[in-house]
């Protein structure tokens, strides 16, 4: 987005727009008022796309009600995994169960994890500045990505290794019932955590059309992914060892225990996987639904002062946070000065919704073709 001199400071007017920190365009906008012209509405999320995408609903800014809704997702879930993590760590070296070993580990993993996703959340909100004028949104993805790669190493690894060395040197387990206990409160708590995910997410995907995993699976906002897999894999996982316990019991074999913890590592590593892809996916930049970019461009079109447009680029720049690219041919004849003028009032009128980082327009060249939607 271009803009010129310094950010300067937020009227109560241009607040809302992004509540703690100040949009790019902000200067051009104070300057148009005190030159005495007309700032134009924003157009791009209220007219075209509102409710159309995640990224471009006027209440799912980092900071917004969507953005709060994240960090009450991961406390919830620290909670449940921190209170999970001990009961099953007492219980595994009560029982003896490979199978709760795993587990714990597992559980204290997610819980480091939680840590991980809430500094992700702090540092993606921090204001742009002029070394990163769209903000800092990818640190999201940067510190998921560290959450995920956690999960793999301390979940994972620890689950298999401790299933091969079941294996090799088999022990048997002893108070089946404590087992059962721990692992039956433990998926109750789990089971708390995974539905605020839920309560989180549900909304989004009627509002996109989608179903709640493809929802998870294509959503902005890593928090969220990262808390709904977390859980989705420690109920399973809770599942496995219970399975794995109970098999010991009946058998006094350690052997489906020890089977139970590699499997159980074998799925976590499977969902960390899933997530470092994803999150690597946002970071080298990853386009907005196809939906959003065409329902912008009708948004454009429909913009009395813009003729045709040519090229259009939205990339996810951070949670529900995009920045837009783009080439349009405007309507008249004006000297060079008064299109320059022209094209920062329609960016301006871009980045006033509170999903847009920022918004660089360029003219067309009479011979590209226009886009269709």
């Known amino acids: 987005m271009r803009a010129r001199g310094d950010l300067g400071k937020p009227e109560a007017g241009a607040a809302w727009l992004f509540p703690g920190r100040v949009p790019m365009c902000y200067h051009w906008l104070m300057e148009?008022?005190?030159?005495?012209?007309?700032?134009?509405?924003?157009?791009?999320?209220?007219?075209?796309?509102?409710?159309?995408?995640?990224?471009?609903?006027?209440?799912?800014?980092?900071?917004?009600?969507?953005?709060?809704?994240?960090?009450?997702?991961?406390?919830?879930?620290?909670?449940?995994?921190v209170l999970v993590a001990a009961a099953k760590s007492v219980a595994a070296l009560v029982t003896g169960s490979?199978?709760?070993?795993?587990?714990?580990?597992?559980?204290?993993?997610?819980?480091?994890?939680?840590?991980?996703?809430?500094?992700?959340?702090?540092?993606?909100?921090?204001?742009?500045?002029?070394?990163?004028?769209?903000?800092?949104?990818?640190?999201?993805?940067?510190?998921?990505?560290?959450?995920?790669?956690?999960?793999?190493?301390a979940g994972a690894a620890v689950s298999v290794t401790r299933g091969i060395q079941e294996l090799l040197t088999p022990e048997p387990a002893s108070h089946f019932v404590i087992g059962y206990i721990v692992l039956a409160v433990s998926f109750v708590l789990e089971g708390i955590s995974f539905m605020q995910s839920v309560r989180q997410a549900k909304p989004e995907a009627d509002a996109m059309q989608r179903d709640l995993i493809e929802h998870v699976l294509v959503t902005s906002d890593p928090t969220l992914r990262a808390v709904f897999a977390e859980d989705s894999a420690a109920l399973t996982g809770l599942l496995i060892a219970v399975a794995g316990l109970a098999a010991h019991q009946l058998t006094g074999s350690p052997i489906p225990d020890a089977v139970g913890s590699i499997v159980i590592g074998v799925l976590l590593a499977v969902t960390a996987i899933v997530l470092i892809n994803i999150n690597r996916r946002f970071l080298v930049g990853q386009e907005a639904d196809p939906r959003v970019r065409a329902a912008a461009?009708?948004?454009?079109?429909?913009?009395?002062?813009?003729?045709?447009?040519?090229?259009?680029?939205?990339?996810?720049?951070?949670?529900?946070?995009?920045?837009?690219?783009?080439?349009?041919?405007?309507?008249?004849?004006?000297?060079?000065?008064?299109?320059?003028?022209?094209?920062?009032?329609?960016?301006?009128?871009?980045?006033?919704?509170?999903?847009?980082?920022?918004?660089?327009?360029?003219?067309?060249?009479?011979?590209?073709?226009?886009?269709?939607?």
């Open 32 to 81: 148009q008022e005190q030159e005495g012209g007309q700032v134009p509405a924003p157009f791009l999320a209220e007219r075209a796309v509102r409710g159309s995408h995640d990224l471009l609903r006027s209440d799912s800014g980092p900071t917004g009600p969507a953005g709060s809704e994240s960090v009450t997702t991961v406390l919830v879930a620290f909670g449940a995994n």
């Open 98 to 153: 490979a199978s709760l070993l795993a587990e714990a580990a597992h559980s204290w993993a997610d819980a480091g994890n939680e840590v991980f996703l809430l500094i992700a959340s702090r540092r993606a909100r921090r204001p742009p500045d002029l070394g990163h004028p769209f903000g800092h949104g990818r640190e999201a993805y940067v510190w998921s990505l560290f959450a995920a790669l956690g999960l793999f190493v």
């Open 297 to 373: 461009i009708r948004a454009l079109l429909d913009a009395p002062e813009v003729a045709r447009v040519t090229y259009l680029r939205l990339e996810i720049v951070g949670p529900r946070m995009i920045s837009v690219v783009g080439d349009v041919d405007l309507t008249g004849d004006n000297n060079e000065p008064r299109l320059a003028v022209r094209l920062r009032a329609l960016e301006a009128r871009i980045c006033a919704s509170p999903a847009v980082a920022g918004a660089v327009l360029s003219l067309s060249a009479p011979d590209e073709p226009t886009l269709e939607v």
